[in-house]
C-alpha cells in the first residue's frame, strides 16, 4: 500500500501536473479564503512606501526583479547574466566582460536562488547573490546601487543549481554542483565511468567582508551525486552547511528505474570549520581549471575581465570528520535550517513525510559512531539517531520551508498545491491553505535567516491557469500574497511576476532604503573616455577606430553633428551624463547600430560600439525623455566612403 502511493506521486511529479484543487473551481476561491481586509492590507497608498523589498530571481530570464510587498508592484529589472537592450547591460562596451566565460561571451542563464548577505545570521542588507544554472556563474548584486557588481564562474561544475547559499556572516557562498562531472582537468571520459570519475564538486566561494569581491577558495572533492539545495548552519551549527542529494544510486541516465529507485536519499552535512582547518595544515591540492571571474568597477564604470587557471580541491578521503550523509526520504529537494539552527529540515519530494533532523542529535550520533556503513568513503549517520522526528502526512510534494521566527515552519507542496504551517518542536500540522497553482519556493520576509521579520509568506506558482487575463499560450508567472500575522495564513493578494521566479527573499525596505545610492559623483569619474564638461569633448581617431568623447545634458549631445568617419571604421561613442541630479538618466542611440541603445545615469559615463554599414548621414538621439526639449536631442554622424 504504501509503496503504492510513493510510486502514485512519483508519477504525479514527473508527469508535472496533479492539481488537488483543479483550476475549474480556482476561480471561485470566494470569501472564505480571501481575508476580508485583503484590500486594506495591500494597499499602498499613491507616494507611500511599501514595507519590503522583495528580491525576486527571474528563472530562465537570467535576471532579478525588485518588488514591493505588500503591494506586488515591480519596481525594477536587476539583468544579472543576461544582455538586457532597455539599459545596455551585456551590449555597451563597459558591461560585456560581465558576461565573459570560460567559454566565451556568454550572455544568457538561467537563475534559482536569491541569497541576501548576513551578519550574525541577520539580514544586513548589503548585497544580493544569484546563480547562473547553465554555464556554472555567482553574481553578486550590489543593494546600494541595484547593479551586478560581480560574476564569477565555477570551475568543476555543471548545472549550478545547488547555489548560491550564503554562511551566516556571509564568509562564503556555497554550491554544489547539480551534475556529477569528471574535474575539469581530465574531463574526457566515458560516461559510463560515471562510477568511477564523476564527482560532485561543492565550492566555497569567500566573500571580502568590506569590498564584498569573490573568490573560489577551494572545492570539496565529494562522491558522484547531485547536490539539490542547501542551508549553512547559524547559531549553534555555524561552521556546518546541509546539503540534499539525489541520484545517490549514481546513475548517468536519471530515467526512473536508473534513479530515485532507493527509498532513501541523503543529506550531507559538511564542516566546513574543518575544511578550514585541513587547508590550514595544507591538505589541499591545486588542479587545473578554468574560468572567469569579473568584477564592475563604480569609478571607471567599466568591468574587467580576468581567466583564471587552478582550483584549490580538498579530497574529503584525506580529511576525515569532515563529511557525513544523514539519509533523508527519497528524492529531496529542499533543505532548511530552522532560525535557531538546531533544525534541518529536509524534503523528500516523493515521500509523503517532511523528515526533520536535530543539530544535537547528529553532534551526538557522530561522537559515538552510530553510523550504518558508508557512501564511498563516507560516514552514513542512522536516520533514527540523528531524525528529531517526522511530519506525518502533511500534503504531497514538499519542495521548500521557510520560518516564521514564532517556532513554525511553512512548506509549500507542489503536487497538492498548497502551503502547510506546522509547529518545529511538535511536529503538527497547524493550517494549510491552497496555492493557485503548483507553488514552487516560498518566502517569509528573513525566513531563512536568525531573525524572521514573517508577517506574509508568498507563494511562487508554477502554473497559472486561469488566473488571470489570457494573453495566448504563455501566461504570466504568478505570486501569492498571504498573511501570516495570525494563526490562519489569509490570502491577500495574487500578483505577475517577472520570468519564474525560483526562490526569493524580502528585507525591511528600511535596511536598503538608506544605502540607495543616487548620483554617481562626476569628479570621481575616472573612466578611460570621461569627458567631464564640454569642453573636454573631442573626436579622436586611431587607426580605424573613432572614438567620441561625448556629453550629454539637458537636452543636447557635445558634439552633436560628426564628421570625418570613414566606411571600414568602428566608432565608439563615449557618452559621459553630466547631469547631476538623481534620476536623470539620458539614453543614446545611433540608427543601424549592432548593439542595443545605452542608458547613462548622471555621472556615469557609458560607451556605445557602431560599425557603420552605409555611406550617408545616420541619426543618432536620447532615448529617454529627460526634459521639454527631449525630442530635440539629437544629432547626425556623416560616414564617407573609404
Ligand atoms: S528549485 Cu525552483 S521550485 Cu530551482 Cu529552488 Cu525548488
Ligand atoms: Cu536626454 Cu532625452
Known amino acids: 500500500m504504501k509503496t503504492n502511493i510513493i510510486k502514485g506521486i512519483a508519477v504525479a511529479v514527473l508527469a508535472g501536473g496533479f492539481f488537488a484543487c483543479k483550476p475549474d473551481n480556482a476561480g471561485k476561491n470566494g470569501g472564505s479564503e480571501i481575508a476580508g481586509d485583503a484590500a486594506q492590507k495591500v494597499y499602498v497608498a499613491p507616494g507611500k512606501h511599501d514595507e519590503f523589498y522583495n528580491i525576486v530571481s527571474g528563472g530562465f530570464n537570467g535576471q532579478l526583479s525588485v518588488v514591493g510587498l505588500p503591494s506586488g508592484r515591480v519596481f ?186 532507493k527509498d532513501k536519499d541523503f543529506i550531507l552535512a559538511v564542516n566546513w570549520k574543518k575544511a578550514e582547518e585541513y587547508l590550514a595544515q595544507g591538505k589541499g591540492k591545486k588542479e587545473a581549471a578554468k574560468y572567469a571571474h569579473n568584477v564592475y568597477d563604480e569609478k571607471t564604470h567599466s568591468a574587467n575581465s580576468t581567466i583564471l587557471t587552478e582550483v584549490m580541491t580538498l579530497d574529503p578521503k584525506e580529511c576525515p570528520g569532515m563529511l557525513y550523509f544523514m539519509p533523508c526520504p527519497k528524492s529531496p529537494h529542499g533543505c532548511d535550517v530552522d532560525p535557531t539552527g538546531s533544525y ?52 504531497l510534494g514538499p519542495l521548500h520551508t521557510e520560518f516564521d521566527g514564532q517556532g513554525n515552519a511553512i512548506t509549500s507542496f507542489f503536487v497538492s498545491s498548497e502551503l502547510v504551517k506546522w509547529n518545529i518542536e511538535k511536529l503538527e500540522v497547524l493550517d494549510r491553505v491552497p496555492t493557485y497553482y503548483s507553488v514552487g519556493h516560498l518566502c517569509i520576509p528573513g525566513g531563512p535567516t536568525a531573525k524572521p521579520h514573517g508577517k506574509y509568506v508568498i507563494a511562487y506558482n508554477k502554473i497559472t491557469k486561469d488566473r488571470y487575463l489570457p494573453t495566448g499560450p504563455e501566461l504570466t508567472q504568478s505570486a501569492q500574497l498571504y498573511d501570516i500575522s495570525g494563526d490562519k495564513m489569509k490570502l491577500l493578494l495574487d500578483f505577475p511576476t517577472i520570468g519564474e521566479p ?141
Open 76 to 261: 525594477r529589472i536587476i539583468p544579472v547574466f543576461s544582455q538586457f537592450a532597455e539599459n545596455g547591460w551585456g551590449y555597451s562596451e563597459e558591461t560585456k566582460p560581465m558576461l565573459n566565460t570560460s567559454h566565451g561571451f556568454v550572455p544568457w542563464d538561467d537563475s534559482h536562488h536569491v541569497a541576501l548577505s548576513t551578519t550574525n545570521g541577520e539580514h544586513d542588507g548589503r548585497w544580493a547573490f544569484i546563480n547562473g544554472n547553465n554555464t556554472p556563474r555567482i553574481a553578486r548584486v550590489s543593494l546600494s546601487t541595484f547593479r551586478t557588481d560581480e560574476i564569477i564562474e565555477l570551475p568543476n561544475s555543471g548545472g549550478n543549481h545547488s547555489s548560491p547559499f550564503i554562511t551566516a556572516n556571509t564568509e562564503y557562498a556555497v554550491a554544489g554542483t547539480r551534475f556529477s562531472v569528471p574535474p575539469d582537468a581530465n574531463a574526457d571520459v566515458p560516461i559510463s565511468s560515471f562510477k568511477q570519475n564523476f564527482k560532485g564538486y561543492i565550492s566555497f566561494v569567500s566573500i571580502d567582508k568590506t569590498t564584498g569581491h569573490m573568490g573560489v577558495k577551494f572545492q570539496l572533492k565529494t562522491p558522484g551525486v547531485s547536490f539539490d539545495l542547501a542551508r549553512a548552519g547559524k547559531g549553534k551549527s555555524d561552521g556546518w552547511f546541509f546539503f540534499s542529494c539525489y541520484n545517490t544510486e549514481q546513475a548517468a541516465s536519471l530515467l526512473e528505474v536508473n534513479a530515485s529507485q
Open 344 to 395: 534541518i529540515v529536509g524534503s523528500g519530494k516523493l515521500a509523503a513525510v517532511i523528515p526533520v533532523f536535530s543539530f544535537d542529535k547528529m553532534q551526538k550520533a557522530i561522537a559515538s559512531k552510530t553510523f550504518d556503513g558508508d557512501f564511498d568513503g563516507i560516514p552514513v549517520l542512522k536516520y533514527d539517531a540523528v531524525l528529531h522526528g517526522e511530519v506525518k502526512k502533511p500534503g
Open 502 to 642: 525560483h526562490y526569493a527573499e524580502a528585507i525591511p525596505a528600511s535596511l536598503v532604503e538608506k544605502n540607495t545610492k543616487k548620483i554617481f559623483k562626476l569628479e570621481e569619474n575616472n573612466h578611460p573616455y570621461v569627458a567631464k564638461g564640454e569642453k573636454e569633448t573631442k573626436v579622436v581617431r586611431k587607426g580605424n577606430e573613432v572614438h567620441v568623447y561625448m556629453t550629454s545634458i539637458r537636452s543636447h549631445f557635445t558634439p552633436d553633428n560628426i564628421e570625418g568617419v570613414k566606411m571600414g571604421d568602428e566608432v565608439f561613442f563615449h557618452v559621459t551624463n553630466l547631469e547631476q541630479d538623481w534620476d536623470v538618466p539620458h539614453g543614446f542611440a545611433v540608427r543601424g547600430a549592432q548593439n542595443a541603445e545605452i542608458l547613462i545615469m548622471p555621472g556615469e559615463t557609458s560607451t556605445l560600439r557602431w560599425k557603420p554599414t552605409k555611406v550617408g548621414v545616420t541619426p543618432m538621439y536620447c532615448t529617454d525623455f529627460c526634459s521639454a526639449l527631449h525630442q530635440e536631442m539629437q544629432g547626425y554622424v556623416r560616414v564617407s566612403s573609404a
